[in-house]
């Protein structure tokens, strides 16, 4: 709601919900993943190297903390610009615990780089709960160590993380430096894949059902029946017609070709010009 196609947003490994929310088509999301031709990375890069230029995510990469830094760099260039466009780094709580993340909030902050930080605290990384990593479960305490502005909010509440970036984002695009935003959420599958991780040495299904009962979706759900600002078809038209995109965009995606074999050294490597 707040992005436009002129910034420059970066994320992780967990990055098909950002490349989709900046407009990222969902054809393309499935032909990367099945590896198709007119995937979004053009079948070259998977699940984890996403990237949609002309809406502004510029690139996820699923080295832990590794686009932080890039994002400071594309903040620096875009108040450069002087267009005020910002830069918007997406990652995990894990990646706090990486050096580049810190040498990036403070260079961001010296620099005055207009870069929104946004953490999405699940209180996993891989199969360790945050409790056994770290002495504090809040990842707002690096932000005022680094001086940076920040804010904690409800993750699975859509409305404080639209209101919190609503807030933050004139400021910043006026000239204003980095703002660090901690959205505090659960992670409800394993690391990888569809099940729940209860079975690899992580004890979280008490957790887990908490977790499960405010869930962000259905709260939004709910919110939206309470202001009766459902469109026509309510809220099954949503679903149903969400199932339909999702299930065209695999389908699509299914039949698209595999990219020709020349292709890989054609977008491996740059042509040299003269
Ligand atoms: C530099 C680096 N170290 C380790 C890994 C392996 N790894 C992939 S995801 C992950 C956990 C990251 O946790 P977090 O940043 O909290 O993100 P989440 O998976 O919870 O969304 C790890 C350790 C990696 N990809 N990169």
């Not at 990842?139 to 609503?166: K, M, W, Y």
């Not at 009962?213 to 600002?229: H, V």
Request: net charge negative; proline share 4%.
């Amino acid at each position: 709601m707040h992005l436009r196609s002129t910034d420059r947003a970066f994320g992780s490994h967990r990055s098909h919900g950002h490349y989709l929310a900046v407009g990222g088509s969902l054809h393309r999301l499935f032909a990367e993943v099945l590896g198709r031709d007119t995937g979004a990375s053009r079948g070259m890069g998977g699940s984890m190297h996403l990237q949609a230029r002309e809406h502004g995510f510029v690139a996820s990469v699923p080295i832990v903390a590794a686009t932080i830094p890039i994002a400071v760099g594309a903040g620096l260039a875009a108040r450069m610009d002087g267009t005020g466009d910002i830069a918007i780094a997406f990652f995990g709580d894990g990646a706090t615990e990486e050096g580049a993340f810190h040498e990036s909030m403070n260079l961001a902050m010296m620099l005055r780089a207009p870069v929104l930080f946004v953490c999405e605290n699940n209180l996993f990384a891989s199969h360790l709960h945050i409790g056994l990593r770290q002495p504090a479960d809040s990842l707002v305490r690096f932000a005022e160590a680094h001086g940076v502005p920040s804010a904690r909010v409800d993750g699975n509440d859509i409305a404080q993380v639209t209101d919190a970036v609503g807030r933050v984002l004139p400021g910043m695009r006026a000239g204003g430096g980095p703002f660090f935003l901690e959205c505090v959420t659960y992670r409800w599958r394993g690391h990888v894949g569809h099940r729940e991780d209860d079975d690899v040495g992580v004890k979280r299904s008490e957790d887990l059902g908490h977790w499960k009962l405010r869930d962000p979706i259905t709260r939004l759900a709910r919110a939206l029946l309470a202001a009766k600002s459902l469109p026509p078809g309510g809220l099954e038209g949503i679903f149903a017609g969400t199932q339909i995109l999702v299930d065209e965009a695999w389908s699509a995606a299914e039949r698209d070709p595999f990219p020709a074999e020349d292709r890989l050294v054609q977008r491996t490597y740059a042509e040299r010009n003269g």
